[in-house]
């Protein structure tokens, strides 16, 4: 009877043992070993980044700024600390994994520190500056958390590890620095205006396609975008969001001149929502998007993970 009783359990053990290792594991993202912003900046972003970069006393200015920043980020940190949740790997695991693989993917060597602030906002934000001597810091907000998934959550993350992967706040800065005599001059001034404005509107396209490489799924991010604006979670058909943005870029080529003058002049300091998901559809189905993973991508690191992870389901 006992002999019968252990048979029957090492099968179910077995049985279950065999299930398990069918079951599907969490998707693994390629790692882009050794990527550098530049190559996934926005074109605008990535020539008047290149062009700051040039000139002369920059080594200067930024020191400046980067000290200014410090005494900003002591600041926030402390503010953080005493009212918002630091996530670690004992407060919100899961969400401190999702923001090391996504570290891990954009090949940034420290991890930020990442909080979570109540806030009835769906909301992130960072500093955008990497310190030297301390962690940058990246904050979401409570209602972020609550309406998006975690595979959405871990694209917006991505999204802000592309500003302080290109350290945004940084040349940004240094921009409106070396173009203030040039925005007293008439006519020049607006102009010069204007190309910051459309530096600023770039810097997060850039950041979008950041989000795009850490989440590697168009669908990801559109679906974060779509519950971002339409301000609920019960907005879930990204295929009629992306549908939505050509329907615009259709009917804005068609628009009279004035009309479409009068929306490209309008200040904002993002993109239009439908404007950020057209440009991210376009990158991501581009060679450019493709080369990005040819060359920088850790396939063979990527393919061991994943037989790690096979292999460790089926033992259990």
Not at 4 to 23: C, H
Not at 133 to 138: G, H, L, Q
Request: net charge negative.
């Amino acid at each position: 009877m006992l002999s019968l009783l252990t048979t029957v359990i090492f099968a179910l053990l077995s049985s279950g043992a065999s299930a398990l290792s069918t079951m599907p594991t969490a998707p693994s993202r390629v790692s882009l070993k050794g990527i550098d912003a530049s190559q996934f900046r926005h074109p605008i972003d990535r020539d008047l980044t290149s062009f700051i970069q040039k000139t002369p006393l920059n080594g200067l200015a930024e020191e400046a700024i980067r000290r200014s920043f410090a005494l900003v980020e002591q600041g926030v940190r402390l503010d953080l600390l005493s009212s918002s949740v630091k996530v670690t790997p004992d407060q919100l695991p899961e969400l401190h994994s999702s923001l090391l693989e996504a570290c891990e993917v954009m090949d940034l060597d420290t991890p930020p520190e990442l909080y979570v602030q109540s806030n009835p906002q769906a909301n992130a934000f960072t500093l955008a500056l990497r310190g030297r001597n301390t962690s940058p810091i990246v904050v979401v907000t409570s209602a972020l958390l609550d309406r998006c998934s975690d595979e959405e959550v871990q694209a917006i993350i991505g999204h802000e590890l592309g500003h302080l992967k290109c350290e945004h706040s940084l040349y940004l800065t240094l921009g409106n620095v070396a173009t203030t005599p040039l925005r007293a001059l008439p006519f020049i001034g607006s102009q010069t205006e204007s190309l910051l404005q459309r530096w600023r509107l770039a810097a997060e396209y850039s950041c979008d396609r950041a989000a795009m490489l850490v989440a590697q799924d168009t669908d990801v991010v559109a679906g974060a975008m779509l519950k971002l604006f339409a301000g609920t979670s019960r907005a879930t058909n990204t295929r009629a969001f992306i549908e939505q943005s050509r329907e615009y870029e259709q009917l804005l080529d068609s628009a009279n001149p004035l009309v479409r003058a009068s929306i490209n002049m309008q200040q904002r300091t993002h993109p239009l929502p439908v404007k950020r998901l057209s440009e991210l559809e376009k990158w991501a189905n581009s060679e450019e998007y493709a080369n990005i993973f040819k060359t920088y991508g850790d396939v063979e690191k990527d393919a061991k993970k994943k037989d790690s992870n096979s292999n460790g389901a089926h033992v259990l």
